[in-house]
């Protein structure tokens, strides 16, 4: 007995010192390495037609903090921990001073919820410093063309891959004329744009076009329900024979006024009615109710494009820091340009990254309040490489010149 006792220590002390020893020699560290995910929002509280549009608080962020977690989840076995530093500025801002200080602090990789230009003025400072950018809110083509990058990552569609996922569905429904009401502000004038090109690009006709002038009332005492039901269909009166009304009104001065209240009874899309978007509140298909359970029971409120966008983007960093092992930004964006990668996103389908101009591909959602119509690209809308290369400018049709 006493033997049997002496073996059993001496094994175990043994084991001990062999596994001590493995640890030094493959250099491990009880130590787990940090990978810090930076988030530099715009935000200010705004004001939408419709109370129940008003953006949560925690629009985006939300999203990225349920994929934090995600990702810790696998991270704990494999010796890495993931944080998010959030920082918000004001609409417009200068930025530069701001993002400066996120390089100090270490933020490597940063997600941005932040205007075009915001964006454009930190894209090579953090080039420069070999951070890479995730856009996760601007939907500006300029982003992915003229003023693309090498360093910036796009999960938030663009504007021109959302009106060709609207437009594929109505010529798919046989609603080839289009009526199009746009308002006066510079992103209701681009959206109008890619309304136009999608148009062009699928065979269908545009009508008539109207503009809806901003006189800047104020959007909730001086507009009542009365008076909206009076002005809308003076507004939409006299207009050809047409199948649909498109609404491009991203600055939610009159869109949602127009479903229901048109002079010619006619179905509404585009910023109100049909919507298009990368997510939608409804969606459980494809596995889709996992992640909407996760986020409902971490945040309280189901999920929103903008929160897929940023989940997605902190979710391809834990995909790439597993697969090389580290916080290497380098070994990072090789492995998220290489051949190798791609990621589930709940939409039925892997989705990658465009190399000429790093868009990721990724289906449209149309849906309404209540649920999910239908997913672009639509059958019968054919790509010699993708389906999902019908959505937006493709290869041969980009302006992108990578810098």
């Known amino acids: 007995?006493?033997?049997?006792?002496?073996?059993?220590?001496?094994?175990?002390?043994?084991?001990?010192?062999?596994t001590d020893l493995r640890a030094q020699d493959t250099g491990a560290s009880p130590t787990p390495t940090k990978i810090s995910i930076?988030?530099?929002?715009?935000?200010?509280?705004?004001?939408?037609?419709?109370?129940?549009?008003?953006?949560?608080?925690?629009?985006?962020?939300?999203?990225?903090?349920?994929?934090?977690?995600?990702?810790?989840?696998?991270?704990?076995?494999?010796?890495?921990?993931?944080?998010?530093?959030?920082?918000?500025?004001?609409?417009?801002?200068?930025?530069?001073?701001t993002f400066k200080e996120m390089l100090a602090r270490g933020d490597k990789f940063v997600l941005t919820d932040i205007s075009a230009a915001q964006l454009l003025s930190i894209a090579d400072l953090a080039r420069e410093n070999g951070a890479l950018l995730f856009n996760v809110g601007a939907t500006d083509d300029v982003l992915r063309e003229e003023e693309c990058r090498s360093n910036v990552f796009h999960t938030a569609p663009t504007r021109s891959m959302l009106a060709d996922g609207l437009a594929q569905y109505l010529v798919w429904k046989q609603w080839r004329k289009w009526v199009l009401l746009y308002g006066s502000h510079e992103r209701d004038q681009l959206y109008a744009d890619a309304i136009r090109r999608a148009a062009t690009r699928f065979g269908a006709?545009?009508?008539?076009?109207?503009?809806?002038?901003?006189?800047?009332?104020?959007?909730?005492?001086?507009?009542?329900?009365?008076?909206?039901?009076?002005?809308?269909?003076?507004?939409?009166?006299?207009?050809?024979?047409?199948?649909?009304?498109?609404?491009?009104?991203?600055?939610?001065?009159?869109?949602?006024?127009?479903?229901?209240?048109?002079?010619?009874?006619?179905?509404?899309?585009?910023?109100?009615?049909?919507?298009?978007?990368?997510?939608?509140?409804?969606?459980?298909?494809?596995?889709?109710?996992?992640?909407?359970?996760?986020?409902?029971?971490?945040?309280?409120?189901?999920?929103?494009?903008?929160?897929?966008?940023?989940?997605?983007?902190?979710?391809?960093?834990?995909?790439?820091?597993?697969?090389?092992?580290?916080?290497?930004?380098?070994?990072?964006?090789?492995?998220?340009?290489?051949?190798?990668?791609?990621?589930?996103?709940?939409?039925?389908?892997?989705?990658?990254?465009?190399?000429?101009n790093w868009q990721l591909r990724q289906p449209i959602l149309l849906g309404d309040g209540r649920g999910v119509v239908s997913t672009s690209p639509q059958d019968g809308f054919l790509h010699q490489f993708s389906e999902l290369d019908t959505l937006g400018v493709d290869r041969p049709e980009t302006k992108c010149k990578l810098k």
């Open 38 to 97: 930076g988030y530099l929002r715009a935000y200010e509280p705004q004001l939408a037609l419709s109370i129940l549009d008003v953006p949560p608080r925690d629009e985006g962020v939300a999203g990225a903090n349920v994929a934090i977690n995600d990702n810790n989840t696998t991270g704990k076995f494999l010796g890495q921990s993931f944080s998010l530093d959030v920082v918000e500025v004001k609409f417009e801002a200068d930025v530069v001073a």
């Open 205 to 356: 006709t545009i009508v008539e076009e109207r503009l809806y002038k901003d006189t800047g009332s104020a959007r909730r005492t001086d507009t009542g329900v009365i008076q909206v039901q009076r002005q809308m269909p003076v507004f939409t009166q006299n207009l050809p024979e047409h199948d649909v009304v498109i609404v491009a009104d991203e600055s939610e001065v009159f869109g949602s006024y127009v479903p229901y209240r048109t002079w010619t009874p006619r179905p509404v899309a585009g910023t109100a009615g049909l919507i298009p978007s990368s997510w939608h509140p409804a969606s459980e298909q494809w596995g889709g109710s996992q992640i909407q359970n996760r986020f409902s029971k971490a945040t309280g409120r189901r999920m929103l494009s903008k929160d897929m966008q940023a989940w997605t983007a902190v979710r391809i960093l834990g995909e790439a820091a597993t697969r090389t092992q580290g916080n290497d930004a380098g070994k990072i964006e090789a492995f998220i340009k290489s051949d190798d990668f791609s990621i589930a996103a709940f939409k039925g389908q892997k989705v990658t990254f465009r190399t000429w």
């Open 1 to 18: 007995m006493p033997e049997t006792l002496a073996f059993l220590l001496g094994f175990f002390l043994l084991l001990v010192n062999a």
